[in-house]
């Protein structure tokens, strides 16, 4: 059966389907390799570095150039004049420097993009860097189920061999934790241009167990959907909340038939329309 996405097994609850998900997963290891040569941040980075420090050079020059004028203006009794300008230059490299072609965002270890998560990192092989959404826009949020536990799903997204992770998994109780930021690629969907749009939630338990998608699972997974979507501008449709079984070219089926869809939805929504505009 081609159903979930973890090791059927790992956690002792499998259905002895060995390794037909994990295996399923790939293509991301194609997928990782090509993220070396192929990722846009990473050959701009690489190629454009003089050129890229010309542009540095060039917003020196312009600062200083606003200096300039800022001291003719102190000259000419403009004192508050000055200090304006030479902030905002600042506010504006500050914002700015990252934009650079070979810069990456400012990153804290631990941070979290959604608030109600709780951090905790999938091994780096299992994702791609990138600065999303400034290189690639976002505009797909995943639904997957595990194929196991929670426990599992967190354990084999740390394993550096595993090929696969997602930016959330859900628990049945309704935890939820972060383990790839939405900055990245993770590669979740089996798919390299779903995987560079899209965000991907894992959910705890099997596709032919309906007693596991439990109400704190779909009210926890609605929440953290609704907020995704009020973050990157996403419409809640199911055009753009979509299953892992949907995307083209996988061979996965989760979540499979006992996803309450319309439960999700609608529940989604409400979540939404909680949320500010
Ligand atoms: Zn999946």
């Given at each position: 059966m081609h159903a979930g996405d973890v090791v059927p097994g790992l956690d002792g609850s499998g259905g002895g389907d060995g390794g037909v998900d994990a295996a399923g997963h790939g293509g991301e290891d194609a997928e990782g390799a090509l993220g070396l040569s192929h990722s846009p941040t990473r050959v701009r980075g690489g190629g454009n570095r003089v050129a890229g420090t010309g542009v540095l050079g060039s917003m020196g020059s312009e600062n200083r150039k606003k200096r300039g004028v800022g001291r003719r203006a102190v000259l000419l009794g403009g004192g508050a004049a000055v200090v304006g300008t030479a902030v905002l230059a600042r506010e504006e490299l500050a914002r700015a420097w990252w934009r650079l072609p070979w810069m990456e965002k400012p990153r804290v270890d631990g941070?979290?993009?959604?608030?109600?998560a709780a951090w905790t990192a999938a091994h780096q092989a299992n994702s791609r860097r990138a600065d999303r959404p400034d290189d690639y826009r976002i505009d797909r949020v995943v639904i997957h189920v595990v194929q196991g536990s929670y426990a599992t799903a967190l354990k084999v997204f740390k394993n550096p061999l595993h090929e696969a992770a997602t930016h959330y998994v859900v628990g049945k109780d309704g935890r939820v934790a972060q383990m790839v930021r939405e900055l990245d690629v993770a590669y979740h969907a089996g798919n390299r241009d779903m995987n560079e749009r899209s965000i991907g939630i894992e959910h705890e338990?099997?596709?032919?167990?309906?007693?596991?998608?439990t109400k704190a699972m779909y009210e926890a997974s609605a929440r953290l959907t609704a907020d995704i979507c009020r973050r990157h501008g996403i419409p809640v449709d199911r055009e753009h909340i979509i299953?892992?079984?949907?995307?083209?070219?996988?061979d996965h089926t989760d979540?499979?038939?006992?996803?309450d869809w319309d439960r999700y939805m609608e529940l989604v929504r409400r979540e939404r329309s909680r949320l500010p505009a």
């Open positions: 941070e979290l993009d959604y608030r109600a338990g099997f596709v032919d167990r309906p007693q596991d998608f299953e892992h079984a949907e995307v083209e070219g996988t979540p499979g038939p006992h996803w």
